[in-house]
């Protein structure tokens, strides 16, 4: 197995890991399962640091395919869904993937620009960008048969599944109302003469 090989294989599992703990742990962030702690800045930065992380070990990846001579993919191939003649789909799956997450955490940077319900549609793409990253990992990957791999892939595909039924249901329950409820004291009655 030659050293190309290897880098081409590993970056591409640890870009889907940085993808995948972005997601979760950003849905962990909106779900507010971690509670009060979710709110902390370093919470949030560390949610953002995986995602540029994520972003940074996909292009390795990317690069690391254009150099390798057995498969020889061309920056097209790279860089456009659907333009490789290997795997076509599998890799159309890893090109969105990538496009999704680079304009994911690029938003971090322009969130005061563009505004939060703008960020925050931006952000709800996460979802497609992790998926098509699953489906090209266990379409495209080598390593898919793995036992690891795939109960790396299980175990994340798993988790957002579950957050992301938390948030819908979170939503659809409506905006939560104070514990506090504050007791308003009843008017009082004149006080009439007997």
Not at 61 to 80: G, K, N, P, R
Not at 96 to 123: L, P, T
Not at 158 to 177: D, N, Y
Request: aromatic residues 10%.
């Amino acid at each position: 197995m030659s050293l190309d090989w290897v880098l081409i294989r590993g970056s591409g599992l640890v870009a889907y890991a940085l993808l995948a703990g972005s997601t979760i742990w950003g849905l962990l962030i909106t779900t507010k399962v971690l509670g009060p702690a979710a709110k902390a800045k370093a919470i949030t930065w560390f949610h953002e640091a995986l995602g540029i992380a994520g972003v940074l070990a996909t292009v390795v990846h990317m690069v690391a395919l254009s150099l390798h001579d057995y498969i020889s993919f061309t920056w097209a191939e790279i860089l456009i869904p659907g333009r490789s003649d290997w795997n076509p789909t599998a890799t159309a799956f890893g090109v969105v993937a990538f496009y999704g997450s680079a304009i994911i955490a690029a938003s971090f940077y322009v969130k005061r620009h563009i505004g939060q319900q703008a960020w925050r549609a931006i952000h709800f793409g996460s979802l497609g960008a992790f998926a098509s990253a699953l489906i090209h990992g266990l379409t495209a990957g080598t390593d898919s048969q793995v036992p690891q791999v795939s109960a790396m892939y299980a175990a994340t595909g798993t988790a957002v599944l579950l957050l992301v039924i938390i948030r819908v249901s979170q939503e659809m329950a409506g905006p939560t109302r104070s514990r506090r409820t504050v007791e308003r004291p009843s008017p009082a009655e004149p006080i009439r003469p007997s």
